[in-house]
Structure formats: structure tokens, C-alpha cells
């Protein structure tokens, strides 16, 4: 199901910016019991994303009312929202006014294994590096050909997720997910201030740690300190947490911080239900 | 005038993965008088950028007859060609097989003053970097929120181009157009193997240079290289070589050699267009 500006449309016209340069924003979210969960959160990230990228301000009343519109009679799915600069300008010159595209599609949730919340996920590191560029680290922009290069680099289903490091040799988050350590009791995760996505989740997780007094240290972290950690976990918002049980050839056990963090996210998605009601 | 997968319409599946993640690639081309210029060395970039992206090679047969098809009456015109991968995959997970999207579009050719050819143009530095990515260095992809950003620098019509430095400091290209100087009669251009885009014009100049035994240093160029240059010039397939008069505050005149590779690329224009009869 999709809403095109409204419209339940799916054919975008092919001078949109979105097409031609990759010129816009995405968000991608859980839809559960009808609720589309976090929805605030993924609105002001993407509000902040278009004061990155020079974009109008999304319509918050708008978006919740289109999502509700597509969500309302779902049990659980994957909602998607893309905004674009739309159509206009000349070559790489935005259009003056721009009117931005918006589109909201509802797609099945994935079928993932139960298996991987509880005893954990295999991972790769990945070849494919990112590239450094403050201007665009952090918002969830639709320039994704390095995670496209990351992900094409394996086809084993049994690895779920591939880690990807920065040129400079710094571990920075998996193709389509956030990455936490615990070592020592300590949380780290990688700061995405030159490259990366911050993602929601990975906002929550850093919300929980500090309701379980657990230290958080937002840094660079290499490949070592991710092979000597405790624990290791991936985040995003359509699988939640999935703890690694395996980064190539090293193993981990699934560890008590992340399932407690586990716990608090399911407390949380099941409270974003029951105040939408 | 549209060709999407060779039919004339210009609505696009919002699923097609160049909508979604900017995964694909693009060629723009100079028509003139019924001839798309130069097409054979716009699709062998195009042929090596599906490589690199690991898109299937695209049917220069069926190309040509399109290009041939959009363009047979059209003076002069700017032909662009958007390759995708097409729709469908899991998230950034490739879809197997692929069915690439193609799109060739007729735009009318941009109003340039002739003076910005003969006079030369202004330029500015900008202050978005380029990021370095060996991977996607050199060819030309969807994902060009960079050039957005650094055009998106400037409104003052009196400034024709900006000219973007990556992360280590070199200067590497404008925003739409390859750079060059000449400096004690040695033509100079950036690398880009690990950064920008590796033009056509920017082809046909080195092969000019060669013919005019003038000598040729691809390498990293600093901003004060190209402030101490004799001559300083950009390139690409809709205006040519455009002289350049002025960077930030530093004049420049226009030079000889310049001159003359803009003669040999007239030259080279025209006989593309007899060939082509």
C-alpha cells in the first residue's frame, strides 16, 4: 500500500530529485497492533534531516494522519516514509520554492527466526568501507549505494548482518543496523558524527542504559575492542535488538545487559500500543 | 521526451531501487544536429560503472537505437541516460536476477552566454568536501547529495561553478565539471581514484594533450597549485571547456592552450556529427 502525496499512487514521475540524484530522507519503522511504533522519534530525526539537507520542514500532522491512514488495520508490518526535494532545479541546483515529494509505503513485516533475538546473530566484516563526510553523517539519506556494495558482498543466509568500518579503520555500524558493546559494564557505541546513521533504537537503547545506571561512552572503537568485548548487539527499528554470536570467526554469548535492554525495548513498543489507543 | 524501459512514459515504480537508494548510474550527453556525441565513450562509462556497481552491462545495441530514436530531429539538445537496478531485493540486498531500469530523456540544451567560452567564468570554492571512496570513485552514480549540497552554496547567477575539495585537502573537481590547469606548458588534473567523477570531456582533453605533445601529471592538487596556475579551465559534455577568469578573488587569464583544446574538441564535435550521417 503506498500514499504518494496523499494519493494512493506508486508511479513517481522521473525528474524527481529523489530518482535523479538520490536527493531526500527515509525512515523505516515497526508498525505493530496499528501503531506505527516511535512515530515522534522518526518525525524529528527526519525534521533533522531536512535542516541538513536544506529541505522544508515535514508536516508533522500530516505525516501522523497519512500513517495512520496506512497503518490503522495492520497487525504487524514495516512502514516506510521518503522524502525527496521533488522535481525541478537545474542539474544539481535545488528548485526555488521546493515542493518536496513524500511517499509512505506499508510493506509485510520479514519473517525473521525467533532464534535471533534469543541466542544471536552471525556477522561478517564487510570490504565495502564508508566514507567520511560530517555534512551527511548521522541522517538517514537516500545516497545508500555503500551499504547496496556492503550488503552484496555476501549471500549466505546464515550470516544476518555485516559490520562496516570507516577509512579510517574505526568499526561504525552493521549495513542496515547500530552497533553496542558492553565491556567491563561499560556501554560503547560508535559516535556517527563523520559517518554512519544515528538510529532510532540506537536512541532508546542509549535512554535505557541510562535508567539502568549502565556507563555509556560514545566513541571510536576498533576491531579489537569489538573482539574483546563481553557482549555485542545490532539495532534497528524493524528487528529491535539482536545480540551477535558470532563476528567471523569469533564467538560471544548472548549477555545479561542486552537482554535486559531486550526487555525495556518490548516494555516500550508494547507502551507506544496502548497510548495510541 | 522520455524512454523508460523503451516506452515513452515518465512515471517511474517508487520501489525502483533508484528511487530508493540512489543505486544506479547516469550519462549526459551533448546532442547536436541528430547526434547524441561521443555515445560510444558515454556508454563504455556506463559499462564500467555497471561493472563496478555490479549491475549487468547494458545492451549498447539497443541504446544506440534509443539514443538514435529520442534524438534524430533534434538541433541541439541534452540527452541524459539513468540506468538502475531496478526494483526489488530485501532492503539493500540485491534482487536476483536483476532487470535494470533504463531511462534516456531529452532536455532542451541550457542558454549559456557564448561569452562564458570565449570570456570565461567565475568560480568559488565551496565548503562541502567530497568524500574519498575508492569504490565509487570515478564513475557516475545516482548518489549526488554532495554536489546538491555544495550547489546549493551559492544563488548569485554571476557565479558559474564551484569547485570542491575532499577530505585530505586537494582540490578534485567542480560541482558539474572536471578541472584542469596548465602551468610552465604541463596540463595538470586530479586523479580521481579516490574521489569524483571521471568525465568524458575530460577523456577526449587528455587525448588532445597528447596530440598537442603537451606534457600530462594526473595527481593531487592543492589550492595553492591551482591559485599559482597559467591557466585554469573545467570541463563537461554540455558546455565543453569553459576558460576560467576567476577563483574566489584570484584572476586568471585565459590561455592559449585552453584555446586550443577548445578548438580540437569543436573539431572533434563536428566530426562525431559527420560520422554519424
Known sequence: MFLLNGESRHLVDVSDRGFQYGDG????????????????????RLTEGCQRLLLPPPDWQLLQQEAQQLTANTEHGVLKIIMTRGS?????????PIVPTRLLSLHPYPQYPTSLQSHGIVTRFCDQLLSINPSLAGIKHLNRLEQVLARAEWRDDAIQEGLML???GHVIEGTMSNLFIVKNAVLYTPALTQSGIAGIVRQLVLAFANQLALPISIQNLSKDQLLQADEVFVTNSVIGI????????????????????????????????????
Open 88 to 96: 525541478g532545479g537545474r542539474g544539481y541546483r535545488q528548485p526555488e
Open 25 to 44: 530522507l527515509f525512515e523505516t519503522l515497526e508498525v505493530l497492533q496499528g501503531t506505527a511504533l516511535f512515530l515522534d522519534r522518526h518525525l524529528q
Open 166 to 168: 570507516d577509512n579510517n
Open 242 to 277: 539482536w545480540p551477535v554470536k558470532q563476528i567471523a570467526q569469533h564467538s560471544f554469548q548472548v549477555g545479561e545487559w542486552t537482554q535486559r535492554l531486550q526487555v525495556m525495548l518490548n516494555q516500550a513498543r508494547l507502551i507506544e500500543v496502548e497510548n495510541h489507543d
